[in-house]
C-alpha cells in the first residue's frame, strides 16, 4: 500500500474512533442532564419539602456527577486524544476501549436500579455499593486506558496532518491529560489496595475516590486548555502559545502528579493523604491554567490592537466559548479560595470550575461532529450553536453564585429534599438564585441536545473523504503542522 494510502487509513481510523468516543461523552451528558433536573427541584424552596425520601436524590446523584464528570469529560478528552495524528496504526486494544467503556456505563446504569443498592456520597467520585456499579466504574476506567496506551501518547509520532485542525499546544495538552488519567487510574488502584480492611462502606470509598479523584481535576482541565487553544486558533487564525511554553506549563501541571500513586502506600488513613492531594489541588492547577490563560489573553490583544480581530471573529462560537470557559475558570479558582467550610461554597466551586470544562468542550462539539463524518450544519443550527454555551455558562455562573451565597450563611452541602433545612433569608434567596441558574443551565444542556440532534439527523458524510472539522461559524479553516 503506498503512503499517502496507508495514511489516509489511519485518518479513516481515527475519525472512527473519536466519533465512537464523541457520541459514548454525548450520550452520559444527555442521561447527566435528565437527573440534573430533578436534583435542581429537589434543592428549591418549598419543591424540596415536597421530598421525603432523600435516598432517592442521592442516587440520582450519583449518577449524575460519575455520568457528567468521569464519563463526559473523560470520554470526550479520549474523542480529542483519538485525533492526535500519528504516523503509525493504533493497537487493536486501543480501537476497542469505547466498547468496553460502554458497557460500563451500561452497568453503572443497570446498578443504580437495584434494590437496596447504597449510595455513598464520596468526593469526586460517588458510587453505589454493589459490584455492579464497582464493575461498571472500572470498565469506563479500563476503556480509557486501553484507548490511552497507544502509539499516539509518543511525543515525535505525529504525521503532519489529521482528520481536525490540533495545534501542537494542544496535542501537548491532550497528551498530557491522558497521562493524567493513567495516573488518576494507578492511584485508584493502589489506594484500594493500601485500604485497611474493617471499614464502613463510607469510609472506605472516601478514601479510595479522594487522591484519584483530585487527579482527574487535573486530566479535565488539561483537555480544556486543548480546547480553548483550538478555539482561539479558529479565531487569531494561529495558535495562541507555541509548542514550546504549553509543554513547559503541561510539566508544570502534571510533573507533581508522578507522586500521586505512591502517597497512598504511607497510609491512605492519615492526614497526610487527605492534605497531600488537597494541596496538590489547590496550588498544582491554578498557577499553569492562569498563566497560559494570560498568555492566550495576550495574544488576543495583540490581534486586536494589530485590527486583526473581526466583528465577526468576535461573535464566533469559537470566541464565545473560550471567553465563557474562561470567565468560569477564573470564578471556579475565586469561589474555592473563598471555602471556609462544608457549605454549599463547595459546590458552588465546582460547578464553576466543571461548568467551564463542559463549556468549552460543548463549544467544540459542532467542529468535531463534522471531523467525524457529519455535514456542516444549517444556518439556524450554527446560530443555536453560537448561544447554546454561553446560555449553560451564565446559568452555571447565577447558579454558582446563588449556592456561594447560601454557603456563605451556614447552608450545609449534600443535604436533599426533607434534609435541607433553610433557617435565614439569605440562605433562601441563595437558593432561589441557584434553582434559577440551574433552570437556565438546563435550558442550555437542552439546547446542546437539540444541536447535537440537528447534527445527527443531518447527512452524514460516507463516501470516504475527509470532511475538515473547520467549519468555525464561517470563520477562514486553519491548519497546523504538528
Not at 474512533?17 to 434543592?43: D, E, K, M, Q
Not at 497531600?276 to 498557577?287: E, K
Request: a positive charge.
Amino acid at each position: 500500500m503506498s503512503t499517502v494510502g496507508a495514511q489516509r487509513d489511519l485518518v479513516a481510523d481515527d475519525r472512527a474512533r473519536a466519533g465512537r468516543w464523541l457520541w459514548l461523552a454525548l450520550a452520559s451528558l444527555g442521561l447527566a442532564g435528565v437527573l440534573a433536573s430533578g436534583l435542581v427541584f429537589a434543592r428549591m424552596p418549598v419543591l424540596a419539602t415536597l421530598v421525603t425520601d432523600p435516598a432517592f436524590f442521592k442516587r440520582c446523584l450519583v449518577v449524575h456527577v460519575d455520568l457528567a464528570l468521569v464519563v463526559w469529560f473523560h470520554a470526550f478528552a479520549a474523542a480529542l486524544f483519538a485525533f492526535v495524528p500519528s504516523r503509525m496504526p493504533s493497537n487493536v486494544i486501543a480501537r476497542h476501549g469505547t466498547v468496553i467503556a460502554a458497557f460500563g456505563m451500561a452497568f453503572m446504569l443497570l446498578a443504580a436500579g437495584v434494590n437496596g443498592a447504597r449510595p455513598i456520597l464520596a468526593n469526586y467520585v460517588p458510587v453505589i455499593d454493589h459490584p455492579l456499579y464497582v464493575i461498571g466504574l472500572g470498565a469506563v476506567g479500563l476503556g480509557l486506558a486501553a484507548t490511552i496506551l497507544d502509539v499516539k501518547l509518543l511525543p515525535g509520532a505525529e504525521a503532519p496532518l489529521g482528520p481536525f485542525s490540533l495545534p501542537p499546544a494542544s496535542i501537548v495538552a491532550l497528551r498530557t491529560a491522558g497521562i493524567c488519567i493513567l495516573l488518576a487510574l494507578a492511584t485508584f488502584v493502589s489506594t484500594a489496595i493500601a485500604v485497611p480492611a474493617g471499614l464502613s462502606p463510607e469510609a472506605y470509598w472516601e478514601l479510595v475516590m479522594w487522591g484519584g479523584g483530585h487527579v482527574l481535576q487535573f486530566a479535565s482541565v488539561a483537555a480544556m486548555l486543548a480546547v480553548w487553544t483550538v478555539l482561539l486558533a479558529q479565531v487569531l487564525g494561529h495558535s495562541p502559545i507555541d509548542r514550546g511554553a504549553a509543554t513547559t506549563l503541561c510539566l508544570l501541571l502534571a510533573t507533581p502528579l508522578l507522586a500521586a500513586p505512591l502517597l497512598p502506600l504511607f497510609g491512605p488513613t492519615t492526614a497526610a493523604y487527605h492534605k497531600s492531594f488537597t494541596r496538590l489541588m489547590q496550588f498544582g492547577i491554578a498557577p499553569p491554567v492562569l498563566a497560559w490563560l494570560v498568555i492566550s489573553v495576550r495574544a488576543l490583544a495583540r490581534s486586536n490592537r494589530a485590527g486583526e480581530l473581526s466583528a465577526e471573529a468576535k461573535k464566533s462560537g469559537a470566541f464565545l466559548g473560550f471567553f465563557t470557559s474562561a470567565a468560569l475558570t477564573v470564578a471556579g479558582f475565586g469561589l474555592g479560595a473563598s471555602i471556609r467550610g462544608p457549605n454549599t461554597v463547595i459546590p458552588a466551586h465546582y460547578h464553576a470550575s466543571i461548568g467551564a470544562v463542559t463549556v468549552a468542550f460543548m463549544a467544540v462539539t459542532v467542529p468535531l461532529l463534522t471531523a467525524v463524518g457529519y455535514a456542516s450544519p444549517s444556518r439556524r443550527v450554527l446560530a443555536l450553536s453560537r448561544v447554546q454555551p454561553v446560555m449553560l455558562g451564565v446559568g452555571q455562573l447565577i447558579f454558582a453564585i446563588g449556592f456561594a451565597l447560601a454557603g456563605a450563611h451556614g447552608m450545609r452541602r449534600k443535604a436533599y429534599g426533607g434534609e435541607q433545612q433553610i433557617r435565614t433569608w439569605a440562605e433562601w434567596i441563595g437558593l432561589g438564585v441557584m434553582g434559577i441558574g440551574g433552570l437556565v443551565a438546563v435550558a442550555g444542556g437542552v439546547l446542546f441536545l437539540v444541536v447535537v440532534f440537528a447534527m445527527w439527523r443531518g447527512r452524514q458524510v460516507r463516501d470516504g473523504s475527509t470532511q475538515r472539522g473547520d467549519a468555525w461559524l464561517r470563520l477562514p479553516s486553519t491548519r497546523f503542522n504538528a
